[in-house]
């Protein structure tokens, strides 16, 4: 009975995480096209419909997956038979399974039993995530070199230099965050995110600890995932990137594979910086608002409360970097590579080395 | 349950290792170099060598295999261009140095297995990695950080040389 407990209890700890991060990278192509004409005062994407249903739009991503599944898989014929069909699966495996080590909430206690609300508990939790997204590099490469096209090559070839000099930024920015609350877990890196300064005031999340580290992951974050502003790797309407060979299904697990990382760059901004699953003032008793009042609340709301704190908190994630999306140009491709390695790693390091000496000063107060 | 999983990775590990040798092709060679990593990253992870294994991809499998395959894709050229094969009379030696290596790791392994089993005591979690680093191995480990510091300078030195 145990077993089948413990077994059913995994198992939902990782379909939760799963079909969050699947709906979520999925439901991201219709806000896409909503919010871009919200910003531009256009009505959007509103025909697709079932029995007369409209819903906002909300069955165009459903329509988009039944053509793409209904297009022609066509194949180059002199391309890499076995890693042109395996790329697509690369890219959107990575940007899947990236998400596993990130906590949606703190520790359920039910029935005796006490369950960590998150797919897999890692001590090591933030290298994890970061090995991930840079193992995402390999579809990307692989899509360009087995199209047997030049072109596509060039553009794996790209894809991959911001890529990693996106990662080398985003890896120096988040050793401020780990020196700071002092881990490489994600649940622990977010309970520390649960304190506060300025007599209980402030809430110490990342934002607030190391907000140059916050402005510089974010930038480096967007550019890992290739979109605008930093899409010169796939440009699809000027510039011809690693998937002109692709079609149907597998050319829309590339753009898939965008949105599902956009939704773990996302989550990793909130867990690292937005206080994760924490609610301002809300401790595991309930509420405790700095002048005094205090509201106590059943743990099962307090996880749910959290839970939902943190969804919003990634949503919110999500909706500002649409904005972003839509909001700036194209960088030039030098202009890019100069702003990762001459302008994000540096600044990196300089906050690594701030972080440090401030640290030195607080523990000596 | 282990066991079974152990097996899974180790069967994946010496494929993927025999994948490296037997492929003609420079790029499958290397990705399948990148796939034995990955499960000898599995492996440590399989020990408790959790930190281990997260800079094993991440700093194998994830920096310098994405440089290997980056370099194969953009210098060495395909089976077409080269023609028949530079190599064949360096393959006349590759018989006997590869019977030497196989008499060596015979001789290697024999002698493990004759002796005591390695002891591992040390907990693989990032604190005790650093604390060990920072102790008993900061000679090495600050030598190694010196050693990549000149090999860093010497490619400035010779990628200016070139410009």
């Given at each position: 009975m145990s077993v089948v407990a413990d077994l059913g209890i995994a198992f939902g700890r990782v379909a939760f995480v799963m079909l969050f991060v699947l709906n979520l990278g999925g439901l991201l192509t219709w806000v896409e096209r909503k919010q871009s004409a919200i910003m531009q005062d256009r009505i959007g994407a509103n025909r697709a419909s079932i029995f007369g249903f409209r819903v906002l739009g909300l069955f165009h991503p459903l329509a988009d997956a039944i053509k793409m599944l209904a297009k022609e898989d066509f194949r180059p014929a002199r391309a890499d038979r076995f890693l042109f069909g395996f790329a697509p699966f690369v890219s959107v495996f990575f940007a899947l399974v990236a998400?596993?080590?990130?906590?949606?909430?703190?520790t359920l206690r039910v029935a005796g039993r006490e369950i960590p609300l998150q797919a897999v508990t890692l001590n090591v939790g933030i290298l994890y995530l970061f090995a991930m997204l840079s193992l995402g590099v390999y579809g990307v490469m692989m899509a360009g070199w087995s199209s047997a096209n030049n072109f596509a090559l060039l553009g794996g070839q790209r894809a991959a230099a911001l890529m990693i000099s996106a990662e080398i930024a985003i890896g120096a920015s988040i050793m401020g965050v780990i020196m700071i609350y002092g881990s490489l877990n994600m649940q622990d890196i977010v309970r520390g995110q649960g304190r506060s300064f300025l007599g209980g005031w402030l809430p110490a999340w990342g934002i607030v600890t190391q907000p140059l580290a916050f402005v510089l992951f974010l930038t480096a974050g967007i550019a890992a995932t290739k979109?605008?502003?930093?899409?010169t790797p796939e440009g699809e309407s000027e510039i011809i990137g690693y998937f002109v060979e692709y079609s149907g299904m597998k050319f829309g697990m590339f753009a898939m594979a965008d949105f599902l990382e956009t939704v773990v760059i996302a989550g990793m901004t909130t867990s690292l910086?937005?206080?994760?699953w924490q609610v301002p003032y809300l401790g595991p008793e309930g509420f405790h608002l700095p002048w005094g009042w205090a509201w106590s609340l059943p743990h099962l709301v307090i996880v749910l409360l959290q839970v939902g704190a943190f969804v919003v908190k990634v949503c919110g994630m999500i909706f500002f970097m649409m904005l972003i999306r839509w909001t700036l140009p194209r960088f030039r491709y030098d202009q890019a590579m100069r702003l990762g390695w001459l302008g994000l790693f540096p600044l990196s390091i300089a906050n690594i080395v701030l972080t440090g000496f401030l640290l030195l000063l607080w523990d000596a107060r | 349950m282990a066991r079974a999983v152990f097996l899974l990775v180790a069967a994946v590990a010496v494929g993927s290792a025999l994948g490296l040798i037997l492929r003609r092709n420079a790029i499958h060679g290397a990705l399948f170099l990148v796939v034995n990593l990955g499960s000898i990253a599995a492996l440590y992870l399989m020990m408790g060598a959790e930190f281990l294994a997260a800079a094993q991809v991440i700093v194998y499998a994830g920096a310098i295999m994405v440089l290997f395959v980056f370099a194969i894709m953009v210098l060495i050229p395909g089976k077409e261009e080269i023609?028949?094969?530079?190599?064949r009379r360096a393959r006349l030696a590759a018989l006997p140095v590869g019977a030497l290596l196989f008499v060596l790791l015979v001789l290697v392994v024999g002698r493990r297995w004759a002796g005591p089993a390695a002891t591992t005591t040390a907990s693989g979690t990032p604190d005790a990695v650093g604390r060990l680093l920072f102790t008993s191995y900061l000679f090495p480990f600050e030598l190694t950080s010196v050693l990549l510091l000149a090999a860093m300078v010497g490619v400035l030195v010779l990628a200016r040389r070139r410009a």
């Open positions: 998400f596993a080590s990130i906590p949606f909430g703190d979109r605008i502003p930093f899409d910086f937005l206080g994760g | 023609g028949p094969d530079p190599h």
